[in-house]
């Protein structure tokens, strides 16, 4: 699948797609593997249950699994990302969640990066306006632009009590676009985007693949600093096992950048290891 122009255009203006039904012959055993991956994993945050009141997250995600590690080799999916990224793009990473509450305003990646930072999500539960589903403010992507730097500079306040100071709204007032969303959708936005969710439940099932555009030699540098996240997961290699022992030329073409990249990981993750081992010290 290649996007037309018409909605390349839609995406670089507004910063998100939304397709529907796209993956819903294969969301009955993507659900299956999710919930295994959890299952495998205590079932929620640090190896607990999860608790129904906070997030509960898990990264790398698709990774961990030889048949989610394949949605990046998905016609759809692959696609997608190529008709944005081009067709060297980098896999940066994933994350698998149960969302609980409002997540607020925010951006993900806001100016951090000189290649554009491309998130995919999918939702495992039919998500409403009023009931968790991604809202986005169009447009709000666009680093450097007033629009986009005031809502910038606003949307850190926007979980806050007195929200109502900064615009006279709450953070659910926002006017937005409110991206309802059915299992087998898939929903693609620029990470710079402003977006949240409002409403829902208490175990909202949702996990995104993320994506960049392949680095220039003078800036690998960058891809050195972006894997320095991953020790504190104790991660020492950049992708998962799964991903890596699947993959064929094609998907390689999408993860050799950072796996040529990663050496400096097993010492980050040694420190990391022995700095959780040392005592905390009272005060």
Partial sequence: M???QQQLGYFETF???KFPGLLVDE???ITRRFEKIWADHGGG?????HDRERRSALVPFIDQDEYLSALIDHPVIDGAAASILGDDYNYTSSDGNFYVGDTGWHSDNYGMSRYKPVKMALYLDPVGRETGCLRVIPGSHHFGDAFGDALHKGAPRSTEPHQEELWGI???EVPSVALESQPGDLVVFNQALKHGSFGGGDRRRMFTINFQGRHREEHI???RKELEGMAR???DRAYGKAMIETAGPERMKHLEQRLANDDHLPELVRKARLEMAEPSRGF
């Fill in 15 to 17: 910063g998100f797609l």
């Fill in 170 to 172: 709450t953070g659910a």
């Fill in 45 to 49: 945050h640090h190896g607990r249950e």
């Fill in 2 to 4: 290649r996007l037309t």
């Fill in 233 to 235: 997961y104790w991660h």
């Fill in 221 to 223: 540098g960058e891809i």
């Fill in 27 to 29: 969301v009955e055993e």
